[in-house]
């Protein structure tokens, strides 16, 4: 009986053959594997590496008089030039997506769409190695190209690149996807609700910087009009570009201006909707890090950053003491948690915005984000931006293959178009969409983005005051659970804010030694100390009434004496100390703002401005000291300048036994003065010792740079100590002569 086995070894050879068979077939057959050009950050696109295509202008919706116009670029990134070629812009009149996932393939380049209707064709002439070409087309709005576009809604756009490349046989090509909507105006179509959006831009800036002229006006002067608020500042660029978002709202008065305190004194007449946080406070981090005192020693204290506090600034900024805007809470590095809505709720603030990281719906469809969730200070109102949306607004894609939402031109269109998909999806619910900007976004992009707003017909542009009177999405019993179990799940940043806030809080800790242990004049004469607020129990404390002045310098000021000199123009020594925490206070806030660059250029200023402070006190010896004698003195000098006297000590030590000087020298020095004195030196023999000085605060605590001094001791006997000492061995000498003389003899000797 025969028995055919089957050897698996054998199986496995017979497969490995096949597979290198296919691979050299392959090889001969020179098959090509189109690829993408750009990565994930690149503005274009290629489907052969070196050609790329991307989209600079584009109409995003086409009305019944807008007519069709587009801005290609094609760059020929090849060490061969591309012969002439042509650009087609094709669409689908007829087709509807019909899901989300449907359109965002479309997106990727994975959808198989016919796209046969030719609204332009474009020459495009020859593109030399590294060289680029723009091609521009434009359509009448009575093109019978355009016309075939009867019904409204999002279709789809392919763009496509041909070209023969020289010295190669196949063409050249380059394709992008994109979306053109056709609006309600005009369209043989039952016009429907419109779905409502609320368009917010934060009025802010993370590009805040130290200003070393106004620190070294702050150390060194004592005039009531410098400002502590003076030592942030915005380089030129910022400030006009923070000018330009403001005059945007002018210009669109359905765009909803969410502003940052900080930046109202630079605006001058800002125009603005609602307050957030001062500097963009990072109300969510304080939350995960949950050390409020931490905050407090770092001079971020609840009433630095509350919703009264900001209203105060505002009223400042504006000279209008009865000046009144609503505060919202703007989202931080982390996440609304529940611990975060209760502190931003305890800070004064009812409403919050949540631009990401508060998925706690179901996201099937786009709906009305408002949620209302019960917290130990009362009801906090989130508002939720629409992810999708959202993300376009902020200049990403919505994922890595949408290549043609790599340039601003491309977004809107996909932004105009998903708009567009959800009214259709939901044609006759009522609801409101909030969308964010980034605090990065420009002025151009906010503007790009509204004005192709302007001719959606489909939407509503709403106010915020609107979308918080929506009914909540989601019983707001249910909401602790729900954002228990869906935010704020990862880690966070906490430790490195908890680094920032000891380093913070060392900082502060030297200025509030220069005001209480090392300053002297009228504050310490009466026993009084710089008033420090924010070293108390911040959340026992009481939040600041609007009335309050936003610039802290204007309490320090109201401390000045009337009779001191100047008329009552300077500060008094506790006043100026006051100052200089403020100032200090004012680089920890931006520092704890959430933006990690920011975070670390304003921790090393706090740093610098301490250290600055302590620096204007110096110590200098006088050089080399020799002693040729039991004591003697070593003369230094203090130079202090500060705008006060100082009262400290020096302190010395040797690393000698034998010579030693006195361990604590008092000294005075007065205000942008010197002043001198002499520490105590006494030796017991010859030799040499380095003394050690360093300036220390009244408290003991040492401060400044340590600085050394040689003492060469050449002892002599003729002093007193040295004629005792002959003299006691002359004794001994004497002694010794007359027990030799006086002794009785032993019989044996």
Request: hydrophobic share 40%.
């Amino acid at each position: 009986m025969n028995r055919r086995h089957t050897n698996p070894h054998a199986r496995r050879r017979a497969w490995c053959a096949l597979l290198v068979l296919l691979m050299a077939i392959a090889m001969v057959l020179d098959v090509h594997i189109p690829q993408a050009a750009a990565d994930d950050g690149d503005s274009t696109t290629s489907d052969v590496p070196g050609v790329a295509l991307s989209v600079e202008s584009l109409t995003a919706v086409v009305t019944a008089t807008s007519g069709f116009s587009a801005t290609l670029t094609v760059e020929n990134r090849t060490t061969q030039p591309v012969s002439a070629g042509a650009i087609d812009i094709m669409t689908n009149p007829d087709y509807n997506f019909v899901s989300r996932t449907d359109v965002q393939e479309w997106a990727d380049g994975t959808a198989q769409i016919d796209t046969t209707h030719e609204l332009v064709h474009a020459d495009v002439a020859a593109i030399p190695a590294g060289g680029r070409v723009a091609v521009h087309a434009v359509l009448s709005a009575h093109d019978p190209a355009l016309a075939a576009l009867t019904t409204w809604g999002p279709r789809p756009l392919h763009i496509l690149y041909t070209a023969q490349s020289d010295g190669d046989a196949q063409p050249v090509h380059a394709s992008l996807n994109s979306y053109i909507t056709r609006s309600q105006d005009g369209a043989a179509s039952v016009r429907t609700p419109s779905i409502g959006i609320s368009i917010v831009m934060p009025l802010t800036s993370h590009d805040w910087s130290a200003d070393d002229k106004a620190r070294q006006r702050l150390i060194t002067s004592d005039t009531r009009d410098l400002s502590a608020q003076s030592i942030a500042t915005l380089d030129e660029n910022e400030c006009k570009a923070l000018h330009d978002k403001d005059r945007l709202s002018t210009k669109y008065p359905q765009l909803q201006v969410v502003a940052d305190p900080a930046v109202l004194e630079t605006l001058g007449t800002p125009h603005l909707t609602a307050l957030m946080q001062p500097a963009r406070f990072d109300i969510t981090s304080y939350a995960r890090v949950g050390d409020p005192q931490a905050y407090a020693r770092a001079g971020v204290g609840k009433s630095k950053w509350s919703a009264a506090s900001g209203l105060a600034q505002l009223r400042g900024a504006l000279g209008d003491m009865s000046a009144s805007a609503p505060a919202i809470a703007w989202q931080g590095a982390d996440s609304w948690t529940m611990d975060a809505l209760d502190a931003a709720r305890g800070a004064g603030y009812d409403t919050v915005i949540a631009t990401g990281d508060f998925n706690i719906a179901d996201d099937a469809t786009a709906q009305t984000l408002v949620y209302r969730a019960p917290t130990e200070h009362g009801d906090v109102t989130v508002l939720a931006a629409q992810p999708t949306l959202t993300s376009l607004a902020n200049a990403h894609a919505t994922s890595q293959h949408a290549r043609a939402e790599r340039t601003d031109a491309g977004r809107i269109a996909r932004f105009i178009a998903q708009s567009a998909f959800y009214q259709m999806e939901q044609p006759y619910a009522q609801r409101t969409l909030l969308v964010c900007f980034g605090e990065d976004s420009s002025p151009k992009q906010v503007e790009m983005l509204m004005d192709a707003l302007g001719d959606a017909s489909w939407i509503d542009l709403t106010s915020l005051a609107d979308l918080t009177a929506h009914d909540a999405l989601i019983d707001p019993g249910l909401m602790p659970q729900l954002i228990g179990e869906n935010v704020g799940l990862s880690a966070g940043h906490a430790a490195s804010v908890r680094e920032t806030l000891m380093q913070l809080g060392a900082s502060r800790s030297d200025l509030k030694r220069l005001g209480s242990s090392i300053l002297g004049g009228d504050a310490q004469q009466s026993g009084d100390k710089p008033n420090d607020a924010s070293d108390s129990n911040d959340d026992a404390s009481q939040a600041p009434s609007p009335s309050a002045t936003a610039d802290a310098t204007v309490d320090a000021q109201s401390e000045s004496s009337g009779s001191s000199e100047g008329g009552g123009s300077r500060l008094t020594e506790s006043a100026y100390a006051r100052r200089l925490l403020d100032a200090h206070d004012t680089l920890a806030l931006f520092a704890l703002q959430g933006d990690t660059a920011l975070c670390t250029s304003m921790r090393k200023a706090a740093a610098a401005f301490s250290d600055a402070a302590l620096g204007a006190i110096t110590l200098s010896p006088s050089g080399n000291v020799s002693v040729l004698s039991e004591t003697a003195s070593m003369p230094v000098t203090v130079s202090n300048g500060l705008p006060y006297p100082i009262s400290v000590r020096i302190s010395s030590r040797t690393d000698s036994i034998e010579i030693i000087t006195a361990r604590m020298t008092p000294i005075t020095a007065p205000a942008r003065g010197e002043a001198q004195t002499s520490i105590s030196i006494r030796v017991t023999t010859s030799g040499t010792a380095v003394a050690r000085e360093q300036l220390v605060d009244r408290d003991g605590e040492p401060f400044g740079a340590m600085q050394q001094t040689s003492i060469t001791s050449s002892l002599q006997i003729s002093d007193k100590s040295g004629l005792a000492i002959i003299i006691f061995a002359v004794a001994l000498g004497l002694l010794g002569l007359w027990r030799q003389f006086h002794r009785k003899k032993d019989p044996d000797e």
